[in-house]
């Protein structure tokens, strides 16, 4: 009997035990950065023949790109769902719970189901040592498949081509807005970057470009053609813009002009939106039944529909707390506009990163006339506060450390006055470790 086969004495009841296990026995990207991350599909792979192939036994829609692929695949899940579909959703990293990452019609993932999941592969993970990220993918693809979803929505991890979601054949791909992150593993130019994100396109399959980007399209065209894939640039077909209301007017030579009460209301939104309503367009040309309605309630509801968390979040309104998980400089970019054209009097940041970001690079965009809270999240990646606060300071910021978010965020509120502005964010892991959210 090989190894992979062979029955094991150990078996888990308690879901905190299982949670260890995951954490201290695989390779985690998010708190480890580079250790745990594979380019190579190898083990998901065998991972998916072990498991009975379930990535082929459900219908899905795959969404790659560096910014706004999470805000999209809430958004379609939630459209979808809205329409009656049941739909399983795949998303990373986590904020809180594991299970964030793995829900079907907005319910995460059961515990008792995760630990009937780990005890199931414990041979294999003992044989093959799959990442962290390639576990919870086959976990994924096992449960939405068990569950018999109508079709899930998959969120790549990073890059698209050695994804370890890359094993799906999905309705429509989508790839969103690419910029520079991860460029030590992913590529030294945005070319090369989109190359990899571009990977996700599979032969006949139809995929949307978000937004149309000089220097990038030709990389995704020349992909699709030789794939034989249709590719439509969403720009074509939808364009969005805030009014001074803030409601989202879309508008489509097809379907002229509406308004949508977007929720989160982030200006990243405008990129996001023309390619999560271009893809429900191809997936009704797929025989999928889904109408304006189902639409509009799936944007404008999509927090309570799918429990999307961290994207241009508001805490509290006096003074008004906002936090948001954008941290590459193209998301921070756009966050700070909108800062610039939130009213407000005063502008207080709490602000941390991990170590191997660009740090320098997002330091030197941030408001100088802002007051800063440097602070660090519980995780191996995390770049030390102090190290953070004095490369702030060499560049012009002004500011303490608190290595704390939470009491980072009372000792911004205690300084600051009713028509002031706090922000948090520059890393995942600080929003997610907000008590809040």
């Not at 009937?116 to 990442?131: K, M, Q, T, Y």
């Not at 053609?225 to 364009?239: D, M, P, T, V, W």
């Not at 490369?391 to 500011?399: N, S």
Request: proline share 4%; net charge neutral; with cysteine.
């Amino acid at each position: 009997m090989s190894d992979i086969n062979k029955p094991l004495q150990k078996q888990f009841s308690n879901y905190k035990d299982v949670l260890n296990y995951l954490y201290t026995r695989l390779p985690m990207f998010q708190r480890v950065g580079g250790a745990a991350f594979k380019k190579d599909l190898t083990n998901t792979i065998a991972l998916c023949e072990f498991l009975g192939h379930p990535e082929h036994q459900f219908k899905s829609i795959h969404i790659a790109g560096t910014n706004g692929k999470g805000s999209s695949s809430h958004y379609l899940a939630a459209i979808l769902q809205s329409a009656g579909y049941k739909v399983g959703l795949y998303t990373s990293p986590h904020l809180k719970n594991f299970t964030e990452r793995i829900k079907i019609n907005g319910k995460q993932m059961p515990k008792d189901k995760v630990i009937g999941f780990v005890n199931r592969v414990l041979p294999f993970i003992e044989s093959a040592r799959p990442s962290f990220f390639e576990l919870t993918v086959g976990m994924a693809f096992d449960y939405f498949a068990g569950e018999k979803v109508d079709i899930a929505v998959v969120e790549v991890g990073m890059g698209g081509r050695l994804d370890s979601t890359n094993v799906i054949i999905p309705e429509v791909s989508l790839i969103t807005n690419i910029s520079a992150d991860h460029l030590q593993w992913l590529g030294n130019t945005l070319q090369e970057v989109a190359a990899e994100k571009g990977g996700i396109i599979k032969d006949h399959i139809p995929v949307v470009i978000s937004e149309r980007q000089t220097g990038i399209s030709q990389v995704f065209e020349n992909i699709a053609k030789q794939r034989k894939a249709r590719l439509y640039y969403a720009g074509e077909s939808y364009q969005a813009h805030f009014n001074e209301g803030r409601l989202l007017k879309v508008s489509s030579g097809s379907s002229g002009v509406f308004d949508l009460n977007i929720q989160p209301a982030g200006n990243y939104q405008t990129k996001n939106i023309p390619g999560v309503l271009k893809v429900i367009d191809v997936l009704r040309d797929r025989g999928f039944d889904i109408n304006r309605d189902n639409v509009i309630t799936g944007i404008e509801q999509v927090r309570d529909i799918t429990g999307l968390k961290g994207r241009w979040h508001v805490l509290s309104h006096s003074p008004l707390t906002i936090c948001d998980v954008g941290h590459n400089q193209a998301g921070v970019e756009v966050i700070l506009d909108q800062l610039a054209h939130t009213p407000h009097k005063n502008l207080y940041m709490i602000w941390g990163t991990v170590s191997d970001k660009d740090v320098s690079g997002i330091l030197k965009i941030l408001p100088k006339e802002a007051y800063y809270y440097f602070c660090q999240a519980d995780i191996p990646r995390a770049m030390p506060a102090g190290e953070l606060h004095r490369e702030a300071v060499k560049l012009g910021l002004r500011g303490e450390m608190i290595m704390d978010v939470n009491e980072a965020v009372k000792a911004a509120r205690q300084k600051a006055s009713h028509d002031d502005l706090i922000f948090i964010g520059g890393s995942t892991f600080v929003v997610a470790e907000l008590n809040e959210i």
